[in-house]
């Protein structure tokens, strides 16, 4: 059932792909990345069509798939995986995070797939279960750079609620001075999407790090205070 599942869905990718959606995805990434060459809009639909197939299924089988999914490197097995990991959140276990953190560490390459995961899946286990912060915390100090952007992306969600601000702030902290582009921009978003409900809190803890913030992530924890705020934190 695993391999043919796991078939059919890659020859559905390899049926929608084309090579002026290929070469138009890898124009977002720095790194070389592993395409199908398929609409986003189509691999949701495929991910919903192939789900309808094992939703019956407990989640550690289906677990075992979106596994077997990442393992290929492609970009759209990937989000189908996310995608599948999301949709069985209701039913989400304490200890599954440790295998949300064994797929981060082994098969993600790239913001994309970092981020549709932990945006949703991992920020839905989260806020079921805040003790995991810690673990987001301990990822913040890692040194694979795709734990350390997942631990400010997996808190985007929590953060448009007003959620966790605390904790936001403190991997904030850890992740200040990281040298990595993708982990200031993800932290730098963190912030932003954080600021919609802690405008105040946001703004204070840029204003007290600009020095060393760099600019990359300052400029995108303001982008969506007022102008005034805004000139305040980017000047010398």
Partial sequence: MKAKIILQIRLALQKSSDEKTKSGFQRFFKEEVKFHGVKSSTVSKIAREFFEKIKNKNNQEI????????????????????????????????????????????????????DTLCNHAVGALIEKFPVHLIRLKKWAAAENKWLRRAAAVSLIIPAKKGEFLEDILEIAGILLLDEEDLVQKGYGWMLKVASRKNQKEIFGYVMKNKKVMPRTALRYAIEKMPETMRKQAMAK
Avoid: T
């Fill in 63 to 114: 677990f075992v798939l979106c596994e077997e999914l990442l393992k290929s490197g492609y970009c759209e097995e990937a989000w189908i995986s996310a995608n599948w990991a999301d949709r069985v959140s209701r039913d989400f276990q304490k200890e599954d995070i440790e295998i949300f953190e064994r797929w981060v560490s082994l098969y993600i390459d790239n913001w994309a797939e970092c």
